[in-house]
Nanobody
Framework: QLQAFGGGLVQAGGSLRISCAAS????????MGWIRQAPGKEREFVAAILWSGGSTYYADSVKGRFTISRDNAKNTVLMQMNSLKPEDTAVYYC?????????????????WGQGTLVTVSS
């Protein structure tokens, strides 16, 4: 089970941090990440971190602005979002699965958090 925290309303150029806590064991070959969906748009991979080793991956649209990290002891992943743009407005869902499925699907076996809304005003 995943529970997301954070999100909210911020002006363009501002920062927000969202986090996601997982209950239970996370297998070492899994990753946790974020996928977002803006109104009327397809869901989009944002970032992911490998649970073992901590390698991180980002969509080109957020590279250099977002930073994903993990706290293994708390089974938590955090994403610091800086220099936010109006086009970052979306519901952000945390996801737990193997990395390839987080990035491209299919999502049949993916565990999801409840989603947290990030709104960036211009």
């Amino acid at each position: 089970q995943l529970q997301a925290f954070g999100g909210g309303l911020v002006q363009a150029g501002g920062s927000l941090r969202i986090s996601c806590a997982a209950s239970g064991r996370i297998f070492s070959n899994y990753a946790m990440g974020w996928i977002r969906q803006a109104p009327g748009k397809e869901r989009e991979f944002v970032a992911a971190i490998l649970w073992s080793g901590g390698s991180t991956y980002y969509a080109d649209s957020v590279k250099g602005r977002f930073t994903i990290s993990r706290d293994n002891a708390k089974n938590t992943v955090l994403m610091q979002m800086n220099s936010l743009k109006p086009e970052d407005t979306a519901v952000y869902y945390c996801a737990l699965d193997v990395f390839d499925r987080i990035k491209t699907g299919p999502y049949d076996n993916t565990s999801w958090g409840q989603g947290t809304l990030v709104t960036v005003s211009s």
